[in-house]
Structures are given as structure tokens and as C-alpha cells.
């Protein structure tokens, strides 16, 4: 495995997710009441803000992963599975860098 490319895989992500992030964090302000909006309208903007706050959250959780990848690029386990020890493979790494499970285990999980 080719752990430079990796972590800077890992690195493009981490940037990627953070302006995806600034950008849901736009999306997701509060809903001023003093707007005049109509009953629809608002419940349409109620509605999204839902959505961009769970948005969020996925990407908040995705960005901690993607740190604790990098965290741990340079230990002997990286990059083995968590349930069977196995050798993740290599495209799965370059695609989910945060991936501790092979993908035999991940379709059991």
C-alpha cells in the first residue's frame, strides 16, 4: 500500500469536507421568525434546515474519521481489517480512506 498517496487522499478530503461543511453551515442557519414567508414557505425552509442539519452532522462525523485515519497512518494495523485482520484493499482505502473494515465485513455489518 502506497501510505504517501494515501495520506494525501486522506489530506484532499479533510479540505474537501471542510469547505462542504462551511457551506452546509450556510445552509443550515437558523430560520429568522420575522421573515415574511408564507405557512408553506416556512414549513419548506423547516423542512431543509432538517436536512442540512443532518448534513452536517454526517460530515462533522465523516471529517473526525478522516482525522483519526490520518492519526493512525503510520501504525503496523492500518489499513487491516477490524473484524477478520485482513489486508483492506487498496482501492477501498483510496475511495474511503476512514474504511476500518474490509469489504466482506462491511456488507456482513
Known amino acids: 500500500m502506497n501510505k504517501k498517496k494515501l495520506k494525501k487522499t486522506i489530506l484532499d478530503k479533510i479540505a474537501q469536507l471542510e469547505t ?3 457551506e452546509i453551515k450556510k445552509l443550515a442557519a437558523p430560520i429568522e421568525p420575522e421573515n415574511a414567508i408564507g405557512r408553506i414557505s416556512r414549513m419548506d425552509a ?4 432538517s436536512i442540512n442539519d ?3 452532522r454526517n460530515a462533522a462525523e465523516k471529517q473526525k474519521k478522516l ?3 490520518l492519526s493512525r497512518i503510520g501504525e503496523p ?3 487491516f481489517c477490524t473484524l ?3 489486508a483492506i484493499q487498496e482501492a477501498r482505502l483510496m475511495l474511503m480512506p476512514e474504511s476500518s ?3 466482506s465485513c462491511a456488507r456482513r455489518a
Do not use: P, S, T, V
Open 67 to 69: 482525522n483519526l485515519a
Open 54 to 56: 443532518r448534513l452536517l
Open 20 to 22: 462542504e461543511i462551511e
Open 46 to 49: 423547516i423542512n431543509n434546515k
Open 101 to 103: 473494515l474490509c469489504i
Open 77 to 79: 494495523k492500518f489499513g
Open 84 to 86: 477478520c485482520e485482513q
